[in-house]
């Protein structure tokens, strides 16, 4: 049921559970209706019957009860006064109506001794028994015990369909004698039943098909519309962008129609772009008509972003292959003459006669060209093949080395404070001196961002398979045009600086597997982001 209830359109599963909701609704009402009218036809018969009960037991007189019951003779003047009045009560009311006298014992056999009884029963004689079904006798020793009118409910038994009140006949002392026994024939209940049931009938096809057709009609008008929209996508779908929809005037839907015809609008003319755009290595262009379809129109755009992104990576690639090369060429020129230069000093600073002042500045001069000597390897090292040593790295205890030796330097220049956060122990996979590099350059290009004091916060934290340096600094930030730009050779937002600081960040962390974001917003501050991965034994 459920999926042949979803293989129809929406029309139809719209129309279905409207009207199957219209259907258990009137059901349910036409049902109400009917047992309605039927508790209240019963409740009236019932009313009539109890009513009669009770004026009658006034007339009968229970000396002539108590005699007839005792003498049993159908000759004796109490028991023709008795039948004159139980004929007379058959009489005076409804044909429907049948009484007698019954006495206020059951036998063995469950049967009941009637006394006298009216000459419109059939099948049933005065001073006889008759065996009634179970409801007349609970009714009857109930009326007896409890000393009131006692009324069935309708029940069936071999003479007919009944509804039955029992009314007790009492002596002067209190005593019941005999019981005044009302049936009413419930026959007539069922027939009005049966009227009732096919008048309702009748009334509900009627509205049921009355309501098909207006649910039809409404739904019609209302699906209209939705019908439009899906006609409209699955013509975008084969690749007809030049639809328009126009829909009813004055429709709820008329935004959404707008929408729709903007959204063809602009697909008709990304598509007509890519239809004259050729890839990258020469290939003809797509045809039209080979194009206007979703799944090679996606796979078109598709391979442009990825020749754009495979050009752009060669172009990088080439430029920092260039740069390598440049920077190797300088700095072995450089190294050439700061050899001699190094060792004329570690000459002087074996001699003897140098003064104790002489011989600080020899050995400072040595130490800053031991320094730049450093320097000048690292920049060595941006042509060096990918087979640098790796290593387990504290990234907590790095970041707080790091601070300490750069806490000085804050101080010294500015008014800064320095914050450091780490979150739990994270280690990564990388080389502790080129690490140590990178931070120290991006957090010294953070305190000169800061000309007027601020902040700058050093936290480590581990996220999924990665350890996090995050570096944030309220310094003067940078445009979206300059975060572009950053980390390329020879572009610095500084007066004297090259850019190649950042470049060999760059540089080392990507031989690291690793990766730098970088988030900031003029005026306010910028974030580094280093993310390495995490060393797993």
């Given at each position: 049921?459920?999926?042949?209830?979803?293989?129809?359109?929406?029309?139809?599963?719209?129309?279905?559970?409207?009207?199957?909701?219209t259907?258990?609704?009137?059901?349910?009402?036409?049902?109400?209706?009917?047992?309605?009218?039927?508790?209240?036809?019963?409740e009236?018969?019932?009313?009539?019957?109890?009513?009669?009960?009770?004026?009658?037991?006034?007339?009968?007189?229970?000396?002539?009860?108590?005699?007839?019951?005792m003498?049993?003779?159908?000759?004796?003047?109490?028991?023709?006064?008795?039948?004159?009045?139980?004929?007379?009560?058959?009489?005076?009311?409804?044909?429907?109506?049948?009484?007698?006298?019954?006495?206020?014992?059951?036998?063995?056999?469950?049967?009941?001794?009637?006394?006298?009884?009216?000459?419109?029963?059939?099948?049933?004689?005065?001073?006889?028994?008759?065996k009634?079904?179970?409801?007349?006798?609970?009714?009857?020793?109930?009326?007896?015990?409890?000393?009131?009118?006692?009324?069935?409910?309708?029940?069936?038994?071999?003479?007919?369909?009944?509804?039955?009140?029992?009314?007790?006949?009492?002596?002067?002392?209190?005593?019941?004698?005999?019981?005044?026994?009302?049936?009413?024939?419930?026959?007539?209940?069922?027939?009005?039943?049966?009227?009732?049931?096919?008048?309702?009938?009748?009334?509900?096809?009627?509205?049921?098909?009355?309501?098909?057709?207006?649910?039809?009609?409404?739904?019609?008008?209302?699906?209209?519309?939705?019908?439009?929209?899906?006609?409209?996508l699955?013509?975008?779908?084969?690749?007809?962008?030049?639809?328009?929809?126009?829909g009813?005037?004055?429709?709820?839907?008329?935004?959404?129609?707008?929408?729709f015809?903007?959204?063809?609008?602009?697909?008709?003319?990304?598509?007509?772009?890519?239809?004259?755009?050729?890839?990258?290595?020469?290939?003809q262009?797509?045809?039209d008509?080979?194009?206007?379809?979703?799944?090679?129109?996606?796979?078109?755009?598709?391979?442009?972003?990825?020749?754009?992104?495979?050009?752009?990576?060669?172009?990088?690639?080439?430029?920092?292959?260039?740069?390598?090369?440049?920077?190797?060429?300088?700095?072995?020129?450089?190294?050439?003459?700061?050899?001699?230069?190094?060792?004329?000093?570690?000459?002087?600073?074996?001699?003897?006669?140098?003064?104790?002042?002489?011989?600080?500045?020899?050995?400072?001069?040595?130490?800053?060209?031991?320094?730049?000597?450093?320097?000048?390897?690292?920049?060595?090292?941006?042509?060096?093949?990918?087979?640098?040593?790796?290593?387990?790295?504290?990234?907590?205890?790095?970041?707080?080395?790091?601070?300490?030796?750069?806490?000085?330097?804050?101080?010294?220049?500015?008014?800064?404070?320095?914050?450091?956060?780490?979150?739990?122990?994270?280690?990564?996979k990388?080389?502790?001196?080129?690490?140590k590099?990178?931070?120290?350059?991006?957090?010294?290009?953070?305190i000169?961002?800061?000309?007027?004091?601020?902040?700058?916060?050093?936290?480590?934290?581990?996220?999924?398979?990665?350890?996090?340096?995050?570096?944030?600094?309220?310094?003067?930030?940078?445009?979206?045009?300059?975060?572009?730009?950053?980390?390329?050779?020879?572009?610095?937002?500084?007066?004297?600086?090259?850019?190649?600081?950042?470049?060999?960040?760059?540089?080392?962390?990507?031989?690291?597997?690793?990766?730098?974001?970088?988030?900031?917003?003029?005026?306010?501050?910028?974030?580094?982001?280093?993310?390495?991965?995490?060393?797993?034994?």
């Amino acid at each position: 049921m459920k999926k042949w209830i979803r293989q129809l359109s929406l029309y139809r599963q719209v129309l279905f559970f409207s009207f199957f909701i219209t259907f258990v609704v009137i059901f349910m009402i036409s049902s109400f209706s009917y047992a309605l009218q039927t508790k209240k036809e019963i409740e009236q018969l019932t009313d009539r019957v109890e009513g009669l009960s009770t004026l009658w037991t006034a007339v009968v007189s229970p000396e002539d009860v108590e005699k007839v019951i005792m003498t049993k003779d159908p000759n004796d003047p109490a028991a023709k006064r008795l039948q004159q009045q139980v004929n007379l009560i058959n009489e005076r009311n409804s044909s429907y109506f049948h009484s007698g006298i019954v006495a206020t014992s059951i036998n063995e056999d469950k049967e009941v001794y009637a006394t006298v009884v009216s000459n419109s029963y059939e099948g049933l004689k005065p001073f006889s028994f008759y065996k009634s079904v179970d409801i007349h006798n609970i009714a009857l020793l109930e009326a007896i015990e409890e000393k009131k009118v006692v009324s069935t409910k309708v029940y069936t038994d071999d003479l007919g369909t009944w509804l039955s009140s029992f009314a007790p006949i009492q002596n002067e002392e209190g005593k019941v004698v005999g019981v005044l026994v009302i049936d009413a024939e419930a026959s007539f209940i069922k027939h009005s039943q049966l009227e009732t049931i096919l008048y309702l009938t009748v009334v509900f096809v009627v509205t049921i098909v009355i309501v098909f057709f207006t649910l039809k009609y409404v739904l019609n008008n209302v699906m209209e519309p939705v019908d439009e929209i899906l006609y409209g996508l699955h013509e975008v779908s084969v690749g007809n962008f030049n639809i328009h929809l126009s829909g009813k005037k004055n429709s709820n839907l008329d935004p959404l129609y707008e929408r729709f015809n903007f959204m063809t609008q602009q697909l008709a003319i990304l598509f007509d772009r890519l239809s004259i755009s050729s890839p990258l290595n020469g290939k003809q262009a797509v045809s039209d008509e080979q194009l206007h379809t979703f799944e090679v129109a996606i796979g078109k755009m598709d391979t442009i972003i990825k020749e754009t992104k495979l050009l752009k990576e060669l172009q990088r690639a080439e430029k920092m292959n260039a740069i390598g090369q440049l920077a190797a060429s300088v700095a072995h020129e450089i190294r050439n003459p700061m050899t001699v230069v190094k060792g004329f000093l570690q000459i002087f600073l074996a001699k003897d006669g140098l003064s104790e002042e002489e011989h600080m500045y020899v050995k400072l001069m040595l130490e800053e060209m031991n320094r730049a000597e450093k320097i000048i390897n690292e920049y060595l090292s941006l042509a060096k093949p990918d087979l640098e040593f790796s290593e387990k790295v504290n990234a907590g205890d790095l970041a707080h080395k790091v601070m300490d030796l750069m806490n000085s330097y804050a101080l010294m220049s500015k008014s800064i404070g320095m914050q450091t956060k780490v979150s739990g122990d994270v280690f990564i996979k990388g080389n502790v001196s080129e690490l140590k590099q990178v931070l120290i350059n991006i957090l010294k290009n953070g305190i000169e961002a800061m000309k007027d004091g601020g902040t700058l916060r050093l936290s480590v934290r581990e996220e999924g398979h990665f350890g996090i340096f995050e570096i944030f600094d309220t310094g003067i930030g940078m445009s979206e045009e300059e975060l572009q730009r950053l980390g390329t050779a020879f572009y610095s937002l500084k007066e004297k600086g090259t850019g190649m600081g950042l470049m060999v960040c760059y540089q080392i962390i990507e031989r690291m597997r690793g990766s730098i974001e970088v988030e900031s917003q003029k005026g306010v501050g910028t974030t580094f982001r280093i993310i390495l991965p995490l060393h797993r034994e």
